[in-house]
């Protein structure tokens, strides 16, 4: 992978995190396009931890007082909005722990898990605007669905963000709640992940196959275009609907199965 392909995929990331498109079906889209034949996952753990880096950045005064109010050592709202942030954590880390190969296999597979997952992501967002329960706080039961949303999602082509935020919605809890804590979610799983992957010594530009430059520049890349989209998409919820990224979702998702064809 050169730097100019880095920067390419890197861009893509950021931008497609937030916005319910799916970063990850995205990043193998541009593979295709590309021409790059790799189903190793460093690079996308690298800009992923970059567009995590970039939500720190938005929400920082929001993380600030949920670590000021955890360090209180008592239950308040900050304690019990992290241990609602805990549970939802829970499903992903069972993915993590007992199916990490499967998801590095699947994300291999190129355009056809694409292709049907992104069509799925376009059925979820469309479900919010015919399934509009009353609105109201989430709950710890809503933590634990909206998670095992976000373990779905590992799947490329179904959109992480879009999958949380339209399953919030669908539950009831506030937009603009739903948006925060779809955002918030994903640091410690992400960056533990990143961790992990730095720590085992695999990290290498010969163990990933990818040179040090063009992971620094993906990184750079997901983060500016990641710092973008986050601000875009809190907007977004709160104030429009999502079928304009339903619609999207279907016509590329169309797209990829029917170049499987010819």
């Known amino acids: 992978m050169s730097g100019l392909e880095a920067i390419i995929l890197g861009f893509v990331q950021g931008l497609t995190e937030f916005l319910p498109v799916s970063s990850s079906g995205h990043l193998t889209i541009g593979k295709e396009l590309l021409g ?33 109010g955890f360090f209180r050592f008592k239950l308040n709202d900050e304690t019990s ?56 706080e989430i709950t710890k039961k809503d ?62 530009a010969a163990a990933s196959g990818i040179s040090i430059t063009s992971l620094i520049l993906g990184f750079l890349s997901a983060f500016v275009s990641g710092l973008f989209a986050c601000k875009v998409m809190i907007n977004l919820v709160k104030k429009a609907k999502l079928t304009g990224f339903a619609i999207y979702c279907a016509v590329i998702g169309i797209l990829c199965l029917v170049s499987l064809i010819f």
């Open 143 to 204: 933590a634990f669905i909206i998670g095992v949303a976000q373990a779905i999602a590992v799947l490329p082509g179904l959109s992480r963000s879009g999958a949380t935020i339209s399953t919030g919605m669908m539950l009831g809890v506030k937009k603009e709640e739903i948006a925060k804590f779809s955002f918030l979610m994903v640091l410690v799983p992400v960056l533990g992940e990143a961790f992990l992957e730095l720590i085992s010594g695999e990290f290498t």
């Open 81 to 136: 909005y992290l241990i609602k942030i805990a549970i939802s954590m829970i499903p992903v880390f069972i993915i993590g722990i007992f199916f990490k190969e499967y998801v590095e296999e699947i994300f291999g597979s190129g355009l056809l898990i694409v292709g049907l997952s992104l069509l799925l992501t376009a059925t979820l967002l469309t479900l919010t605007n015919i399934i509009k329960p009353r609105e109201r």
């Open 36 to 68: 790059i034949e790799s189903s190793n996952l460093k690079f996308e753990v690298i800009v992923h931890a970059a567009t995590v880096t970039s939500t720190i950045v938005v929400f920082y005064k929001e993380i600030l007082n949920l670590i000021k």
